[in-house]
């Protein structure tokens, strides 16, 4: 699996984000949309919104939060194999 976090340093969805998944020992690749050019506008084409952090798993944009809501654990850890 290939997996790419779109986020910011600012964000704290973002952060738990990061720590489910160091947590759960799976790799990813971090793409801070603050320093990388072109990034912020990537995540607006393919999702329509400025909203961070985003998941790219295999080619597949995926929201692993819901705003009021926050992260969904249940759904990311079924989505990503972890038991």
Not at 31 to 60: C, H, L, M, S, Y
């Amino acid at each position: 699996m290939e997996l790419t976090v779109y986020c910011a340093f600012w964000c704290p969805d973002c952060h738990e984000a990061k720590r489910f998944l160091e947590r759960h020992k799976i790799p990813y690749k971090e793409i801070d949309i603050e320093n990388t050019p072109g990034a912020a506008d990537e995540v607006v084409k393919r999702t329509g919104k400025r909203a961070i952090p985003q998941f790219v798993i295999d080619g597949e944009w995926v929201q692993p939060y819901r705003p009021g809501e926050g992260f969904l654990y249940e759904e990311m850890a079924q989505r990503l194999g972890i038991e």
